[in-house]
T-cell receptor
Framework: GAGVSQTPSNKVTEKGKYVELRCDPI?????LYWYRQSLGQGPEFLIY????????DSGLPNDRFFAVRPEGSVSTLKIQRTERGDSAVYLC?????????????FGSGTRLTVV | QKEVEQNSGPLSVPEGAIASLNCTYS??????FFWYRQYSGKSPELIMS????GDKEDGRFTAQLNKASQYVSLLIRDSQPSDSATYLC?????????????FGKGTLLTVNP
C-alpha cells in the first residue's frame, strides 16, 4: 500500500480483555517496528521485526504483550489481560531495510483505551 | 538508561520569526539524529535527519548537530501558523541496535498569526 495502515484506529476494551492491533506496512518494506506513545510522552520502542522474525523484542513491557509477523508483511500486536496502564497510542512503522538511517514511516496509530 | 531531553515548552513565536528547538542526548555513541513533527492527534512525521556535525538545511528547516556537546537543534525560519505542532527529537542507539530510536518527550511549538 501507499502508507503504513493500522487498524482499528480506536479500540475501547474492558480491563482483563484480550485485544489485537493490526499493522500493514508499506509494500516491500522488510523492517517493521511497534512503538507505544502515552499522553505527553514520546514514542517508546516495543519490538522490531526483520522479515518474519522478531529481531528485538526487548521493549515489550511484560509477557502479556506479544507480536507476530508470520508472512513478513502484516504484523499483529496482541495484548492479553489488558490493564488500564496499557492505554496509549500504539504506533507501527516500517522501513525499506533495518536501521534508522533509512528513516521510519509511521502509521496513523491505534488509540487503545482500557476502561 | 539512554535519554533524550527536550524542553517541553510551550514555545510561542510570532509568525515570520525563527523558532529554535533544542535537544540533548546521553548516548555518546549515537550516530543518527532525527526531528519528527507531530500534529495533535496525528502520528509523527519525519522532517529532518542529520548524521554529521554541523548544519543541514532543507527549505525553512535547519538541523544542527554537535556530537561533542551531545546536542541537536532544529531551526525553523519564517515560522508559519501551520508549523504549530509538537516536535520530537529522536536518537538512535549505539551498541549495534541501530534500528531502535529513543525519543524525547517533544516540544510544543505555537506560531501566533
Amino acid at each position: 500500500g501507499a502508507g503504513v495502515s493500522q487498524t482499528p484506529s480506536n479500540k475501547v476494551t474492558e480491563k482483563g480483555k484480550y485485544v489485537e492491533l493490526r499493522c500493514d506496512p508499506i509494500s516491500g518494506h522488510t523492517a517493521l517496528y511497534w512503538y507505544r506513545q502515552s499522553l505527553g510522552q514520546g514514542p517508546e520502542f516495543l519490538i522490531y521485526f526483520q522479515g518474519t522474525g522478531a529481531a528485538d523484542d526487548s521493549g515489550l513491557p511484560n509477557d502479556r504483550f506479544f507480536a507476530v509477523r508470520p508472512e513478513g508483511s502484516v504484523s499483529t500486536l496482541k495484548i492479553q489481560r489488558t490493564e488500564r496502564g496499557d492505554s496509549a497510542v500504539y504506533l507501527c512503522a516500517s522501513s525499506l531495510m533495518g536501521g534508522t538511517a533509512y528513516g521510519y514511516t509511521f502509521g496513523s496509530g491505534t488509540r487503545l483505551t482500557v476502561v | 538508561q539512554k535519554e533524550v531531553e527536550q524542553n517541553s515548552g510551550p514555545l510561542s513565536v510570532p509568525e515570520g520569526a525563527i523558532a529554535s528547538l533544542n535537544c540533548t542526548y546521553s548516548d555518546r555513541g549515537s550516530q543518527s539524529f532525527f526531528w519528527y513533527r507531530q500534529y495533535s492527534g496525528k502520528s509523527p512525521e519525519l522532517i529532518m535527519s542529520i548524521y554529521s556535525n554541523g548544519d543541514k538545511e532543507d527549505g525553512r528547516f535547519t538541523a544542527q548537530l554537535n556530537k561533542a556537546s551531545q546536542y541537536v537543534s532544529l531551526l525553523i525560519r519564517d515560522s508559519q501558523p501551520s508549523d504549530s505542532a509538537t516536535y520530537l527529537c529522536a536518537v538512535d542507539n549505539s551498541g549495534g541496535s541501530n534500528y531502535k530510536l529513543t525519543f524525547g518527550k517533544g516540544t510544543l511549538l505555537t506560531v501566533n498569526p
